[in-house]
């Protein structure tokens, strides 16, 4: 807001929390899968796509200006959504990393954990009904209700709510887990 003041100059006043509104970006990382969400300057990247598309990920984050993630999602951890997170945990100020509780036995599992600790941080596994924020948007947990041997059906599911828009994040979740989240009851338009 701006206005004049008793001393004739004008005053702007710079809200820090700006309602710049809610943008979801799909990178193009084939037939892999990395999402950038942001809402009033708040940064949730959701997957990092596959190796060969790691640096590619890193620097549109840069191109964007873009410092610090709130929130670095992994879906669930199949190699075509963790491999380029390991590229952004290594080059970005990360907050918080969520991921699905449970483990892999593979090279870039290990990758993937060996960068969260570089980062000081540990891999928080959310429940379902729990809700994060992400400037003023709501980001909801929806998935998963337990994990299973199916590493698709492991998958983080996110609603994400801004105003009257919604979006479903589902990962890779197949048949099992869509018919559980349909059974739910959770809102899911």
């Known amino acids: 807001t701006s206005g004049p003041s008793s001393d004739g100059y004008i005053d702007i006043l710079e809200d820090p929390y700006e309602d710049t509104g809610l943008t979801l970006t799909v990178l193009d990382v084939g037939q892999a899968l990395s999402i950038l969400i942001e809402c ?3 940064y949730m990247l959701y997957d990092g796509g596959e190796r060969d598309t790691s ?9 964007q200006g873009i410092t610090e993630l709130t929130y670095v999602v992994a879906s669930h ?53 729990d809700r994060l924020k992400l400037g003023g948007a709501v980001i909801t947990v929806l998935g998963p209700e337990y ?25 890779d979740a197949e048949a099992a887990e869509e018919e559980w989240l349909v059974s739910s009851g959770a809102d899911l338009s």
């Open 55 to 63: 640096s590619y990920v890193v620097s549109y984050l840069q191109g």
């Open 77 to 129: 951890y199949d190699s075509d959504h963790i491999s380029g997170l390991v590229g952004v945990l290594n080059v970005f100020d990360v907050k918080h990393v969520i991921g699905t509780d449970h483990e892999a036995e593979t090279e870039i599992y290990g990758s993937f954990m060996d960068a969260v600790a570089r980062l000081g941080l540990q891999v928080e596994h959310p429940s379902v009904g």
């Open 40 to 42: 009033n300057g708040q």
């Open 147 to 171: 994990i299973t041997d199916a590493p698709n059906d492991n998958s983080i599911v996110l609603k994400i709510s801004y105003g009257d828009c919604s979006f479903l994040l589902p990962g």
